[in-house]
């Protein structure tokens, strides 16, 4: 009989968004009238921009005329489309990165656990508490961790708590670290990170040798000029960074999918007889050995977002997006709720009331107005007390949101 990779059975009960979609249905099941607004997974909502649909159809067409035909492209990403990346997300904001260094996927969820393939299992592994479930999940799957303690934190990971007492500010670590996962905008807290905090992270990795895995699904969000929106635009950070991007929350791509890992040619491993090897050339193979490309009709689409109209419109659906941040953020404070983030990142980070656990306040909100959101608890121990709610969402269910909270706080 097949032996099964043992390590998934370390992992917890269910991943949070699937346990939380469980009790929503159980709670539908039984209150079949109830009106439930969702406000939990971070999709959007709004259609696609229009130079999007018509870059799409555009595609679309081509596939359909024997002399436009394309069957298999670039496992890397077309062309066309990585030096758009390049020119428009890193060149212009002084970031050394070129095309070639950009691999265009179907989602940075995906490379976020994909990239631990080129990294050995006994590398040390750093987190920030509350962190998003996905780079935890895939390292206990790979066999990188212990058993998880009663408060969900698994052994052989090294936890840095970012907490509303600290600022959501980590310290940086006080033991051997190879790999840290960073994602700034933050998800779940909304937090941000200043320039001098990304100098700190990238001085630190080079002085101790470590990697910063950066995720960067939510820059589209930064409203203040003075935050970077790339790891790059801190000097020195290409020796010591790869850098996740998505269109999924910024263009909308949720159900489109397509994404891109930049791996700077200048980013060295080390063997374990102390050879240095560069990172591209794994990935590179990695990625190519493993990934067949993202369709030619969505790298087109994608292209499109980077056109004088794709980029306005994708501006108005960011601003759509913040306002309701807004309009959480500013409603749940005057509720008198200790609220979080919803300024420079889509996500509001509550602290739960009257010391309500994060699942205790989940399901006062479902029972009491139908409201689903995020129990902190399910992105780490710190996050226990806490409660995300996404702003992606129509205005009249965010407004709506808003009075069927503040009536049961009342």
């Known amino acids: 009989m097949a032996l099964v990779n043992e390590h998934y059975l370390k992992l917890k009960a269910g991943y949070l968004f699937p346990e939380i979609a469980r009790r929503v249905a159980a709670f539908a099941g039984r209150n079949p009238d109830a009106r439930i607004i969702r406000m939990g997974i971070g999709d959007v909502t709004e259609p696609l921009p229009p130079a999007i649909v018509e870059g799409l159809a555009a595609a679309a067409r081509e596939m359909g005329d024997r002399a436009t035909f394309r069957g298999y492209g670039p496992e890397q990403g077309y062309e066309f489309l990585r030096e758009a990346m390049a ?107 200043s320039r001098a905090s990304l100098e700190r992270w990238v001085a630190y990795a080079r002085e101790h040798g470590a990697i910063l895995l950066f995720d960067a699904a939510y820059e589209a969000f930064i409203t203040d000029p003075s935050i970077p929106h790339s790891i790059y635009e801190i000097p ?72 004088t109209e794709g980029r306005s419109q994708i501006a108005g659906l960011i601003r759509f997006y913040m306002a309701n941040a807004t309009l959480l953020r500013e409603g749940l404070q005057s509720a008198g709720l200790e609220v ?23 399901d006062r909100l479902l029972s009491d107005s139908h409201v689903v959101g995020t129990p902190g608890s399910g992105f780490g121990a710190a996050g226990e007390g806490y409660f995300r709610l996404s702003a992606f969402n129509s205005r009249a269910n965010v407004e709506e949101a808003v009075e069927r909270i503040r009536r049961i706080l009342a």
């Open 87 to 193: 020119r428009d997300d890193f060149q212009s904001r002084g970031a050394d990165i070129a095309a070639d260094e950009i691999f265009v996927s179907d989602g940075s969820k995906c490379d976020t656990g994909n990239i631990l393939d080129i990294f050995a299992p006994d590398n040390k592994v750093a987190v920030l508490d509350p962190v998003y479930p996905v780079y935890v999940d895939t390292n206990v799957m790979v066999g990188r961790t212990g058993d998880a303690d009663a408060n969900g934190r698994y052994a052989g990971l090294i936890y840095l708590p970012a907490t509303a007492e600290n600022g959501f500010e980590p310290e940086l670590p006080t033991e051997r670290v190879d790999l840290v996962y960073l994602c700034y905008p933050n998800n779940p807290t909304g937090a941000v990170a």
């Open 236 to 307: 020195g950070a290409r020796d010591v960074a790869i850098e996740f991007r998505s269109f999924s929350k910024n263009a909308g791509f949720t159900g489109v999918r397509c994404a891109a890992t930049v791996v700077p040619k200048s980013l060295l491993g080390r063997t374990a007889n102390g050879d240095r090897i560069p990172l591209h050339g794994l990935w590179n193979r990695r990625h190519t050995t493993k990934f067949n490309g993202v369709s030619y009709i969505v790298q087109r689409g994608a292209a499109a977002a980077y056109s």
């Open 340 to 362: 979080h983030g919803g300024v420079n990142a889509p996500y509001i980070w509550i602290k739960t009331p009257g010391g309500l656990s994060s699942w205790s306040f989940f």
